[in-house]
């Protein structure tokens, strides 16, 4: 997932995307919450096949929203393009799993660093749909800071 977020950063269609978006507001707060806004509205969620873990690349899923106005993907494809586009203009980015019971691996998100308030902001777009409980912060892992 850290691999392709920051291959994807530099792409441009990830970038013209990630730039169109930051720049419909004027405020760091408001620049992720356009991005959560764009996961929310073009990516639907879909579990992966029964026993595969797949991983879509950030520019995939945004040429399949050009083509057909949605993609689609799991928490750890939302993941992933959600930290790409805030990579592309500048904001720090991390992935936090949610673990339940005995799972390690249970829920992945992205986070955005929000410079002003040095706040970390979710991007998750797809805990509500999955009907996952809230967890404590002591559950939540950062697995990877980039």
Same mark, same amino acid.
């Given at each position: 997932?850290?691999?392709?977020? /920051?291959a ?11 730039? /169109? ?18 996961? /929310?509205?073009?990516? +639907?969620?879909? +579990?992966d096949? #029964? ?8 520019r995939?899923? #945004? ?21 790409a ?8 980015? /991390?992935?936090?799993?949610?673990s ?22 979710? #991007? ?10 809230e ?12």
């Amino acid at each position: 997932m850290a691999q392709l977020a /920051r291959a994807a950063q530099t792409d441009l269609l990830v970038l013209r995307t990630a730039q /169109r978006l930051a720049g419909s507001t004027t405020s760091y707060a408001g620049q992720i919450a356009a991005i959560r806004a764009f996961l /929310r509205g073009y990516v +639907r969620f879909v +579990r992966d096949p #029964l026993e595969v873990e797949t991983l879509k690349a950030p520019r995939e899923m #945004l040429l399949e929203v050009a083509r057909s106005g949605e993609t689609w993907g799991d928490c750890d494809d939302i993941a992933t393009l959600g930290a790409a586009l805030g990579m592309s203009v500048g904001f720090p980015a /991390r992935f936090v799993v949610l673990s339940f019971g005995e799972a390690v691996d249970g829920h992945v998100y992205a986070e955005l660093l929000e410079p002003d308030s040095h706040t970390w902001l979710e #991007l998750d777009t797809s805990k509500e749909l999955q009907g996952l409980p809230e967890i404590p912060e002591a559950q939540r892992t950062t697995v990877f800071t980039l």
